[in-house]
């Protein structure tokens, strides 16, 4: 059984910053890559950045240079430093793990992030 719980989320002005945080737990393999999507209601998920078990990342260009995603291999957790957050950025921010030896994947519960101007 494996559970991913996130936390971070809140209310914050334009301009300002949060950092969620996405720990795992249960029987999951070193070799996984972690994301961070969002959801704004009506609309499809969107993802946002991907970090492999090495560190390597890719972003989405809407949070390029704004947001910064890590982990901590040592605690199974992964972290999204939002920067210079915008209204448009107010979504449900969820993380996601695949284990890539098992190949399965995992969602957390989301946590709501809410910009205003």
């Known amino acids: 059984q494996v559970q991913l719980v996130e936390s971070g989320g809140g209310l914050v002005q334009a301009g300002g910053s949060l950092r969620l945080s996405c720990a795992a737990s249960?029987?999951?393999?070193?070799?996984?890559?972690m994301y961070w999507y969002r959801q704004v209601p009506g609309k499809p998920r969107e993802w946002l950045v991907t970090?492999?078990?090495?560190?390597?990342?890719n972003y989405a260009e809407s949070v390029k240079g704004r947001f910064t995603i890590s982990r901590d291999n040592a605690k199974n957790t992964v972290y999204l430093q939002m920067n210079n957050l915008k209204p448009e950025d107010t979504a449900v921010y969820y993380c996601?793990?695949?284990?890539?030896?098992?190949?399965?994947?995992?969602w957390g519960q989301g946590t709501q992030v809410t910009v205003s101007s």
């Open positions: 996601n793990l695949l284990d890539i030896v098992s190949s399965r994947d995992y």
């Open positions: 970090i492999s078990s090495g560190g390597g990342t």
């Open positions: 249960g029987s999951i393999s070193r070799i996984n890559t």
